[in-house]
């Protein structure tokens, strides 16, 4: 139960400030009254109290977002408005808010959902948006201004931190900093040992991984991993080295360095991705760095990509931090295409 009488609660209300400014807000009233909760026994393992609390104080926050698309022109004039409503609900002990659109038929259609809306955990979670298998989705009547609006919503929910954490789950995402999965080729392994004899013999272990990405690499001793108390660096003619200074523990011990390593040259998506690209006429180069590539798009703007051998995974980079793969992919189809093939399912 919240007193809406109290000054800090009452300012939000009355506020017209941003969503983030509200979400800090509202955490921190909710943070405090969960201490003072938390101080007393009748309260502290009573699970339907504690979870009401939080029920009503998303409540606050589920409505002043309700407020604010109101208030905003893209998305209050649209379609997609007169039927979009937004309940509460408490999954556990964790509440959430779920954005669901009224068919015509009095279905309702689950479009997504914030989860730990009022702690530092908040995210969004995709159930029925459309996704790089399925761009359009039947269950969704939309046209291109209810894509809009919906594609407006979620930015603004990302200006509260609130974001999608996979990228096979929506398309209603940034383009920048899409991280996903994609096929490697299988790790190959190396390895090498040294023997300690004494506690000043400087340990240095040195493995050869030829022009190939460190994927990983583990420095045992005893059957512990023992790679954070020394310094690892891969030189330019490939040669992968872990070093540090020995010590009593460390005489007369025997220690082995471990590596595996993944070459990057040839991934099938970016193999992929120089083809498409070049039959839309569009020229894919390798970037400043290792592993990292560019795209010159017909808008003038730059798609990056940079690899992570240790993740295994593709990142893309795109100077509009806002646009949504959505809205890219629209504009140039072969990035649809490469992306469905490239993102890993697992």
């Known amino acids: ?31 405090s009254t969960l201490l003072n909760l938390n101080d007393k026994p009748q309260w502290q393992t009573n699970a339907a109290a504690l979870a009401n609390n939080a029920d009503e104080f998303s409540r606050i926050l589920m409505n ?23 309940e509460t609900v408490v999954n556990g002990a964790a509440p959430q808010i779920k954005f669901n659109y009224a068919n015509n038929d009095s279905r309702n259609t689950l479009l997504f959902t914030i989860n730990h ?40 929910l990302y200006t509260a931190d609130y974001r999608f954490t ?14 996903f999965k994609t096929v490697f080729p299988p790790l190959q392994n190396t390895a090498t040992s040294q023997e300690i ?21 583990e420095v045992i001793m005893n059957g512990k991993n023992i790679a954070d108390s020394g310094n690892a ?23 082995t360095l471990s590596v595996n390593f993944v070459s990057t040259d040839h991934l099938p ?35 990056g990509l940079s690899i992570s051998a240790p993740q295994q995974a593709i990142r893309l980079h795109y100077p509009e931090p806002t646009l949504h793969v959505y809205e890219l992919i629209k504009q140039y189809d072969f990035l649809g295409d490469w992306l469905k093939g490239a993102i890993k399912h697992d």
Not at 166 to 179: F, M, R, S
Request: charged fraction near 25%; hydrophobic fraction near 40%; charge should be negative.
């Open 233 to 255: 660096q891969l030189t330019s003619d490939g040669t992968f080295i872990w070093e540090r200074d020995s010590d009593d523990d460390l005489a007369d011990q025997t220690i």
């Open 166 to 179: 996979t990228a096979i789950e929506t398309i209603l995402q940034p383009i920048d900093g899409l991280t």
């Open 1 to 31: 139960m919240i007193n809406y009488n109290q000054p800090k609660v009452h300012d939000i209300i009355d506020s017209n400030a941003a969503i983030n400014d509200i979400r800090q807000e509202i955490m921190t009233i909710y943070g």
């Open 64 to 86: 002043k977002i309700y407020e604010i698309c109101c208030d905003d022109e893209i998305i209050s004039n649209s379609e997609l408005f007169e039927h979009l409503w937004i």
């Open 117 to 156: 809306p009022i702690d530092q955990q908040g995210h969004l979670e995709a159930d029925n948006l459309p996704t790089i298998d399925d761009i359009a989705p039947a269950a969704l009547p939309f046209n291109d201004n209810d894509y809009a609006a919906l594609i407006r919503l979620i930015k603004l």
């Open 269 to 303: 998506a970016l193999d992929d991705l120089f083809i498409a690209a070049s039959m839309s006429g569009v020229l894919m180069r390798a970037g400043d760095k290792v592993d990292e590539y560019e795209l010159t798009l017909p808008n003038k703007q730059v798609l």
């Open 197 to 217: 004899h004494s506690n000043d013999e400087p340990i240095s272990l040195k493995v050869n991984v030829g022009n190939n990405d460190i994927a990983s690499y």
